[in-house]
């Protein structure tokens, strides 16, 4: 489990307490990072050459039938596969959902379902593991999902990302500025 927090370390002390001490952790690494060392931290898990696959997606709450499924998927997960739960809330909650292009900002979880692996022979084990983990936690999803969370491609997958409304705002924005498709080696929204 990981959290960062940005504030006093006074602040610090208090919002995390529960994460501190009631949880009891194993391990307590909390402490005052500076702002790039925070964005190294997972620079070694997602080293340049490694396979990778991901899934994701937002969820309204963590019901108990939920946390049983993602128990369950955890405990078959092949070699370097994990699952995540981001809280989010504060200032990402602040706008309305149609406000940008980020969706499920009013989402209580971010869902990153993550494989990593080394060895080509271990691909159809990793993916079949991370598109199993998301059908199982798929039902506690709602709309949307975080672009960079999204591995296939095409049209529809991207669309589905942002949903109709933002994806013919953005790609009238992409034939403003980018008709010539300059910056399409990413989740692309033709011009």
């Known amino acids: ?112 379902i993550e494989s990593a692996w080394l060895e080509p022979a271990r691909d159809g084990a990793n993916i079949a593991w991370g598109r199993d983990t998301m059908a199982a936690l798929k039902p506690f999803t709602v709309a949307g999902q975080y672009v960079n969370d999204v591995v296939e491609s095409g049209e529809d997958v991207v669309r589905g990302t942002y949903g109709n409304a933002k994806y013919e705002r953005l790609r009238t924005l992409k034939r403003a500025y980018d008709p010539q498709n300059v910056f399409r080696l990413n989740q692309n929204i033709r011009p």
Do not use: C
């Open 1 to 112: 489990m990981g959290s960062t927090h940005f504030g006093s370390e006074e602040e610090a002390e208090t919002d995390l307490r529960r994460l501190r001490q009631e949880l009891e952790p194993l391990v307590d690494t909390f402490g005052a990072k500076n702002y790039v060392s925070v964005q190294k931290m997972s620079d070694e898990a997602m080293a340049w050459g490694k396979r990778f696959y991901m899934k994701g997606g937002f969820m309204a709450d963590l019901t108990g039938e939920a946390i049983d499924n993602a128990v369950r998927q955890v405990a078959e997960a092949p070699g370097g596969g994990e699952l995540t739960l981001w809280a989010q809330g504060g200032a990402i909650a602040n706008l309305p959902d149609d406000a940008a292009a980020f969706a499920g900002r009013h989402a209580a979880f971010w869902l990153g």
